[in-house]
């Protein structure tokens, strides 16, 4: 099994940053990737970025040139760099990782509990 905890939302102003991290613990081999979705209330979840274990990255289209996705292999740890925040960013996001588990072949996605992302004047 494996465990994701994400740390870092919370409320900035309009034009602000935040930096997001997550980390992934438990009975892991290997991490393929890991990114980051975002559901705001009455909308469907949407990917906002993810990093494979390559280090090739993928952006949603409204946070291209502000978001930053980042990974400490070492630590199984994935960041997400926030800048120049708006408030149609507000939402809960949730750490993903597409990991293989110690003694399987087999590929399992596990998610965060999701942190609350909230921006406002």
């Known amino acids: 099994q494996a465990q994701l905890v994400e740390s870092g939302g919370g409320l900035v102003q309009p034009g602000g940053s935040l930096r997001l991290s997550c980390v992934a613990s438990g009975s892991i081999f290997s991490i393929n990737a890991m990114g980051w979705y975002r559901q705001a209330p009455g909308k469907e979840r949407e990917l906002v970025a993810v990093i494979r274990s390559g280090g090739s990255t993928n952006y949603a289209d409204s946070v291209k040139g502000r978001f930053t996705v980042s990974r400490d292999n070492a630590k199984n740890t994935v960041y997400l760099e926030m800048n120049s925040l708006k408030p149609e960013d507000t939402a809960v996001y949730s750490c993903?990782?597409?990991?293989?588990?110690?003694?399987?072949?087999?590929?399992?996605?596990?998610w965060g509990q999701g942190t609350q992302v909230t921006v406002s004047s």
């Open positions: 993903y990782a597409a990991l293989t588990l110690e003694g399987s072949d087999a590929r399992y996605e596990y």
